[in-house]
């Protein structure tokens, strides 16, 4: 139990700023996903190993209590068999008393010592956890970022190459980079119209909206809705 928490302490104090560098520098998740796949395993074997040591204490808890009342019951017979002058069984449930006793206060310390090994297991456990969450909303912000520069390498490479080719003299070669520059542009202008059109077709629609919400308001107030009805 002890290596367990070692591992998971270890886990949690992790750097994850470090680790995300890293990952930029490398241009690659894979540190952080190793990361996570520990993460994931330590997480599984913490789990079991709290569900294990609750239970644990739950039946040591059971145990205590049953005890307690065994050496309830014995402290009465005690006190019973004195009056009726029974020394003998009182002797007999004396010892029995003591020896229960101990077995009581020995449960006592065990349950002590096993609800903070279980209290440490869930703290461990949701600390690891939230951990988890960060490093996991680390890994697909950064992804993100990964992808962009992707993309921006290739459309920073696909620029380069329409440089050289328009820059090599050769007149029709020029025209097709020309062409290309062109439909790019193209693309990118209808695009933007699309966008712009959109944009205005929804401007439209909520005034109108808005302009009719205002005009009914005015008709109710008027009277004239109930003057058409009839």
């Not at 449960?107 to 456990?125: P, T, V």
Request: charged content about 35%; overall charge negative; aromatic content about 4%.
């Amino acid at each position: 139990m002890a290596s367990l928490l070692e591992k998971v302490n270890t886990l949690i104090s992790a750097n994850l700023h470090w680790m995300v560098d890293q990952a930029l520098k490398q241009n690659s998740i894979a540190v952080i996903n190793q990361y996570i796949r520990e993460v994931e395993d330590n997480l599984a074997d913490l789990t079991e190993a709290t569900v294990t040591v609750g239970g644990n204490v739950k039946t040591i808890r059971r145990k205590y209590e049953e005890l307690q009342a065994k050496s309830a019951e014995l402290d009465r017979n005690i006190d019973l068999f004195l009056r009726e002058g029974r020394e003998d069984l009182a002797r007999a449930a004396q010892s029995k008393y003591n020896s229960t006793q101990r077995l009581v206060e020995t449960y006592a310390s065990q349950i002590e010592q096993m609800q903070r090994e279980y209290q440490s297991l869930l703290d461990a456990r949701l600390k690891l956890e939230a951990k988890l969450t960060t490093i996991k909303q680390e890994r697909e912000e950064l992804q993100a970022l990964l992808d962009l520069a992707k993309s921006k390498e290739i459309t920073a490479k696909t620029i380069k190459s329409l440089d050289d080719l328009a820059g090599v003299g050769d007149a029709d070669v020029a025209r097709i980079a020309d062409s290309i520059r062109q439909r790019l542009d193209r693309a990118s202008a209808e695009s933007e119209m699309r966008a712009a059109s959109l944009d205005k077709q929804m401007d439209e629609i909520l005034d109108r909206g808005e302009l009719d919400a205002q005009l009914a308001a005015r008709k109710s107030r008027l009277g004239l809705e109930r003057g058409a009805a009839g």
